[in-house]
Nanobody, 127 residues
Framework: QVQLVESGGGLVQAGGALRLSCAAS????????MGWFRQAPGKEREFVAV????????YYADSVKGRFTISRDNAKNTVYLQMNSLKPEDTAVYYC????????????????????WGQGTQVTVSS
C-alpha cells in the first residue's frame, strides 16, 4: 500500500507564508510526478501545482502563479509547496497526489484518475 501524508497546514495571517510537505511511503516516488490540489467549502476540487519526477517541469494554476512554488526532494520521497503572500481565498483543504505521468490535461481536468492521494491538510488564511 502506497501512502501520501501531508503536513505543514495551519492558520496564518493574510500576507504570510506556509510550507506544505507531502511524504510518500511504501515505494520510492523518484520517478513519479507529484502535485497539489485544494478544495474550499462549497467548491469543487481545483488543481494547484504539479512537478515532474526530475523536477525539470512545473505547472501552476493561474490563481497561484508568482506566489506558490512547488519543489521535490526525491531522496526523501517528499514534495513541497511553498505558499507566499497568502490570501483568504487560499483557505482550503490541500491534497497531495502522485502519478507516474505528467500529462497536463490529466492533472488539470481528470484528477480523479490520479493513482495516489493523501488525506489532506487544512490551510486557513485570516484577514
Amino acid at each position: 500500500q502506497v501512502q501520501l501524508v501531508e503536513s505543514g497546514g495551519g492558520l496564518v495571517q493574510a500576507g504570510g507564508a506556509l510550507r506544505l510537505s507531502c511524504a510518500a511511503s511504501g515505494r520510492t516516488f523518484s520517478n513519479y510526478a507529484m502535485g497539489w490540489f485544494r478544495q474550499a467549502p462549497g467548491k469543487e476540487r481545483e488543481f494547484v501545482a504539479v512537478i515532474s519526477w526530475s523536477g525539470g517541469s512545473t505547472y501552476y494554476a493561474d490563481s497561484v502563479k508568482g506566489r506558490f512554488t512547488i519543489s521535490r526532494d526525491n531522496a526523501k520521497n517528499t514534495v513541497y509547496l511553498q505558499m507566499n503572500s497568502l490570501k483568504p481565498e487560499d483557505t482550503a483543504v490541500y491534497y497531495c497526489a502522485a502519478h507516474q505521468d505528467l500529462l497536463v490535461r490529466l492533472w488539470m481536468s481528470n484528477s480523479r484518475l490520479l493513482r495516489y492521494w493523501g488525506q489532506g491538510t487544512q490551510v486557513t488564511v485570516s484577514s
